[in-house]
């Protein structure tokens, strides 16, 4: 038996509970609180009590408020830790890394980002927030509350979200036009925020130029675009869907790295690859219900690179059926004209007229040059990688060449529209059509 009065565990007197939440916080940081402390008890729940622990009494930004009213504002005004804060949380987490009987440079960074939030941090609280924002300075934009409440939706033609890289410093010497190049966003995070883009014509609701922003769980509605050398974005359990066109795409010796994320509903590909543009998927990502294939690149790229088992592209062909119907002077009984036609998912672009025409298009440029005299020979179907050596050969690159036009006495008669599918077209029937 119990005596009368006792209780049904050890209690641990209140400063030592404060002592070990201010110990456990300082470490592990926002994270660490938002997961195992603010929940607990009352008196640790506050955003305030958190500024006195982490850093050193230094308020984080909310938006909106009266010191931050737009999410814009609050990316230009937010403010660090204090330097005996940030050395602070720097010596617990090596102490308790030693206790554990681990290095100092293994942390237990599951989502793959600071998330101390000792550096600028701005919350965005739930609500729709109407305005383009540009990431100038590396700072860690996180949205309160559950997932989608924090909202973030630009208009016009801009993107939504863009990490320009276009902060500048002080003036300096070398080969910058008398300019040092200083914190420009390159580091930045994002983390549990909804980002769309009002206009629908609109391509991409987040654009990166530059540097390697991380997201983390993140909905990404209306497209990634990620352009640019050096330039080399990661997102982790994120969802890409519902873009106008491609939902990832990856250009100019960009690089992107998807882990645990979804690609989803996009009007095009789910990821499109070009010039140079590379991209890593990992974890349990998936590629999936798009309109097109779920990889396309040019023959300059290597494609995606997958690690791990958990990567999931879908079927290794689409298949697509359509009916054409014939004039009203075609026989009886014959009245419809069925295809099916079957395309690779995960599909590389011909050296030559097919890339050409992917990356410039057929109008009005096709036209013009074509009424000009070039040819668009479409000279790849010879095309041997083992003989080239390589994925890309610069000599076949051109794909269309300049002759003169020939002189004709009598006007050129019209071509017949060219079938676009024929290439792939693998069962050609008639069927009757009710």
Request: aromatic share 4%.
């Amino acid at each position: 038996g119990r005596p009368p009065g006792a209780s049904g565990g050890m209690e641990l007197p209140e400063d030592l509970v404060e002592r070990i939440a201010e110990i456990c916080v300082r470490a592990g940081g926002l994270k660490e609180w938002c997961r195992s402390w603010r929940g607990t008890c009352r008196r640790f729940s506050s955003l305030r009590w958190f500024a006195e622990v982490a850093r050193g009494g230094v308020p984080l930004d909310v938006v909106p408020s009266d010191r931050c009213p737009t999410v814009q504002l609050g990316v230009s005004r937010a403010r660090s830790a204090t330097e005996d804060a940030v050395a602070r949380a720097a010596a617990t987490r090596r102490a308790l890394s030693r206790i554990a009987g681990r290095s100092d440079d293994d942390h237990d960074d599951d989502d793959g980002w600071d998330a101390l939030g000792t550096g600028p941090t701005v919350m965005v609280t739930p609500g729709v927030h109407r305005e383009n924002v540009r990431l100038t300075r590396t700072c860690a934009l996180i949205g309160w509350g559950s997932r989608g409440s924090a909202v973030i939706e630009g208009s016009g033609w801009e993107p939504a979200l863009a990490f320009a890289g276009l902060g500048m410093s002080e003036r300096g010497t070398g080969d910058t036009m008398g300019w040092s190049i200083g914190d420009t966003g390159e580091r930045s995070v994002a983390c549990n925020l909804s980002i769309r883009s009002r206009n629908r014509a609109q391509a991409f609701a987040v654009s990166v130029v530059n540097g390697a922003p991380k997201f983390v769980r993140c909905d990404l509605r209306g497209g990634l675009l990620v352009l640019g050398w050096k330039t080399s974005p990661a997102a982790l359990a994120c969802v890409v869907r519902d873009g106008r066109g491609s939902g990832v795409k990856v250009t100019d010796h960009g690089e992107v790295r998807l882990e645990g994320c979804v690609v989803e509903r996009c009007g095009t590909h789910g990821l499109l690859l070009e010039r140079g543009g590379r991209a890593v998927l990992a974890g349990r990502t998936v590629v999936r219900d798009n309109d097109a294939e779920a990889v396309l690149h040019t023959p300059d790229t290597r494609g995606v690179t997958l690690e791990g088992e958990g990567v999931d592209l879908g079927p290794p062909a689409i298949v697509r059926v359509g009916v054409r119907r014939y004039d009203s002077d075609d026989e009886e009984g014959d009245s419809g004209h069925v295809s099916v036609v079957v395309r690779p998912n995960v599909r590389r672009l011909r050296v030559g007229a097919e890339t050409l025409e992917h990356l410039h298009g057929r109008a009005p440029d096709h036209a013009w040059l074509e009424r000009g005299g070039f040819v668009f020979d479409g000279g790849d179907e010879d095309y041997d990688e083992e003989e080239t050596g390589s994925d890309y050969d610069e000599d076949d690159d051109e794909g269309v060449s300049a002759v003169r036009p020939a002189l004709r006495s009598e006007p050129r008669e019209p071509k017949p529209p060219e079938n676009r599918t024929a290439p792939y077209v693998v069962c050609d029937t008639h069927a009757h059509v009710a």
